[in-house]
T-cell receptor
Framework: GENVEQHPSTLSVQEGDSAVIKCTYS??????FPWYKQELGKRPQLIID?????GEKKDQRIAVTLNKTAKHFSLHITETQPEDSAVYFC???????????FGTGTRLQVFP | KAGVTQTPRYLIKTRGQQVTLSCSPI?????VSWYQQTPGQGLQFLFE???????NKGNFPGRFSGRQFSNSRSEMNVSTLELGDSALYLC???????????FGEGSRLTVL
């Protein structure tokens, strides 16, 4: 069945360092890959997304890369700040629907 | 614009009871989806509705059901509650078939 694996489950970095979270998906039909950030006690919020016709997308300090052949996609956060501390979820879907298959989440802690 | 509104925010039920959760999407959003969030299983897709029609359903037992009304508001119902149904139930709406989900704050269900 459809599955998204996410690694690592926890990630601790020093403020200013970079953080990378990796995901692998199983469904070849997937063509939309969003990333959500969930702060403690709050709702998940979309931070960046990428569609299968693009290999990389950047938005200020965050970037996402996609390798369709290997079915891998990754989130890169540069110059991390304490406010980046949260749980990050990757997901995969067919973009004409809203059925997202989520990864299990990565708890990112950024230490000052 | 008001965000996605979910009611009730918190509720406690006992095993065997049933529960109905409500979701009002962002104005103009016609697609509503539901997710179950637990510490062990992460975010799992329950169902997706568009124009009052269920488009997709996740791998949950028949005790979980939902519907969408003509004004795009949605409800989900869980019958014969089990302890394992304790979770945060998140509703999300999207403009239309974009895959970009806007989540509500969630309804936290505790089953005793």
């Amino acid at each position: 069945g459809e599955n998204v694996e996410q690694h690592p489950s926890t990630l601790s970095v020093q403020e200013g360092d970079s953080a990378v979270i990796k995901c692998t998906y199983s469904d070849s039909a997937s063509n939309y890959f969003p990333w959500y950030k969930q702060e403690l006690g709050k709702r998940p919020q979309l931070i960046i997304d990428i569609r299968s016709n693009v290999g990389e997308k950047k938005d200020q300090r965050i970037a996402v890369t996609l390798n369709k052949t290997a079915k891998h996609f990754s989130l890169h956060i540069t110059e991390t700040q304490p406010e980046d501390s949260a749980v990050y979820f990757c997901a995969a879907s067919i973009w004409e629907t809203d059925k997202l298959i989520f990864g299990t989440g990565t708890r990112l802690q950024v230490f000052p | 614009k008001a965000g996605v509104t979910q009611t009730p925010r918190y509720l406690i039920k006992t095993r065997g009871q049933q529960v109905t959760l409500s979701c009002s999407p962002i104005s103009g959003h016609r697609s509503v989806s539901w997710y179950q969030q637990t510490p062990g299983q992460g975010l799992q897709f329950l169902f997706e509705y568009f124009s009052e029609t269920q488009r997709n359903k996740g791998n949950f037992p028949g005790r979980f059901s939902g519907r969408q009304f003509s004004n795009s508001r949605s409800e989900m119902n869980v019958s014969t509650l089990e302890l394992g149904d304790s979770a945060l139930y998140l509703c999300a709406s999207s403009p239309s078939n974009t895959g970009e989900l806007f989540f509500g704050e969630g309804s936290r269900l505790t089953v005793l």
